[in-house]
């Protein structure tokens, strides 16, 4: 294969990789606009919030000796470490929403949205107040292989990542179209009114999408930790509002056009910093977004079916 | 079956209901009919719990439901089929079908009604893998009634359902509410028709700014000089 392939081959690698973590961000923030119409702000918060959790379980666990015995053991090691990061962030979302968005739900509309920066601005500083203003080293417990395909090389952590995401994401996408609580979420998303006339709790409901964005969240955050090597404070402030962007331009309230959002611009972002310059990279996703809503402004996969008065 | 009493419910500061009592007997066609604004939709919105009333009670078999949130109300099997259809636009047909059973668990008889409403409605076996948003007025309209019986309600609460129809249609409509009232459903409809809906009721409620106004048999109040001046139109 020429070189030339080869860098493109790699750059697609690298996308996807980035692309991943930015779909499951960006499922978050579109998850809870589907719903309640609404831009969670403090979305990005998740993402580092999973990051710290996961770092401080890690930790925890790998003082235990039978977890890094074998391989199967850390193995369980990470799933555990990942379960825990999710649920705890997950619980954080829903307790954000019944003590910051809930009271304000007859508000007028900028009121949550306010609130919500506010409760972004909370945990970013909680975390630089209580934990470190400096970045954390995040560490791999597995020995990280690389694998050549074609011109390419790619790592068992980037294979970790591409595969974890995706399996995330097959999960939520049939939780959504095929269980009863996932039909609940949708019918909610379509007429909230209408939905609790059908029987549908729609403060369950609510509940349920703040747990299940933040959850996916955190995974994101943690494998940006892992990615990356370190995790701190503020980040997740960039790739927050690279998913929100995303999610923008797959059609905001469609999870389907999140997953295709958030690997688009990783993907972009990967070829301008090979094609253009590595400076331009985080300005992609903006022109992106830009060229879709011209052309589509509803987003890739927005709504397409009119609705009838 | 359904005894509203001296209801009053508010929107902010407006005080939309008041003080609306009626009553809705087992297996009756009940109408409340009456001007834009008069009270209508909102007392079906208080009866389902879509908005709370700031006093007054609503019994419904012998039980308290006013001020419940709307999807425990729905559990007593008291179903609003709201105004405007509201139908599920992203959804299938036979998904909005199954929203409708959303509380039950009976998979053969869910399988069994689903197959009576369709019977009810060809015209919705034949799109029944459409979208809903793809649907005509009236066919959303037919849906939405659909979705309603697929509740097996106990009480049928009908807000508006000829708005916007053709005339052709709107007989459709009237037809099937007759059809489901002979089969032992009891329904309160609300209307602005109110020529079709008195022809239909067995009993009616005339709603103005807020209160009853006048009370009767179907018959009686289609031969009120009142109503007949005011909402059919007579000179």
Known sequence: MSAELGIIAQQFVNGITLGGMYALLALGYTLVYGILLMINFAHAEMFMFGAYVGLFTLQGLSRIAFFTSSGPALLLLYVLTFLIAMIATGILGVVIERFAYRPLRHAPRLAPLISAIGVSLFLQNAALLWISSRSLPFPVLFEVRTFRIGGASISSMQILIIVTTIVLMLVLDSFVSRTRLGKSMRATSQDRDTAGLMGIDINRVIALTFFIGPALGAAAGIFSGMYYGNIKYNMGFIPGIKAFTAAVVGGIGNLRGAMLGGFLIGLLESLAAAYISTGYKDVIAFVVLIIVLIFKPGGLLGESVAEKV | ?235
């Open chain 2, 1 to 235: 079956m359904l005894k509203v009493n001296d209801l009053h419910t508010f929107y902010g500061k407006i005080e939309a209901l008041k003080g609306i009592t009626i009553e809705v007997h087992e297996g009756e066609i009940v109408t409340l009919i009456g001007a834009n604004g008069a009270g209508k939709s909102t007392t079906l919105k208080t009866i389902s719990g879509q908005i709370a009333p700031r006093t007054g009670s609503i019994e419904f078999l012998g039980e308290q439901i006013a001020g419940m949130p709307a999807h425990l109300v729905t559990a007593k099997r008291v179903i609003q089929v709201p105004e405007g259809r509201r139908i599920f636009p992203q959804m299938s047909v036979r998904e909005n079908l199954e929203m409708g059973a959303f509380l039950r668990n009976d998979k053969d008889e869910i399988a069994a009604d689903l197959e009576k409403v369709l019977e009810l409605f060809p015209r919705l076996r034949e799109r029944v893998a459409q979208k809903g948003g793809t649907l005509s007025g009236g066919e959303q309209q037919m849906l939405a009634i659909a979705r309603g019986m697929m509740a097996r309600p106990n009480l049928l609460m009908l807000d508006e359902p000829s708005m916007g129809l053709a005339p052709v249609i709107v007989e459709v409509i009237f037809d099937t509410i007759k059809k489901l009232n002979k089969a032992g459903t009891t329904i309160l409809l609300v209307e602005q028709n109110a020529a079709m809906a008195l022809q239909v009721a067995d009993r009616g409620y005339v709603l103005e700014t807020g209160s009853v106004a006048l009370t009767g048999t179907g018959k009686e109040l289609l031969g009120n000089e009142r109503v007949r001046k005011t909402y059919l139109g007579e000179i």
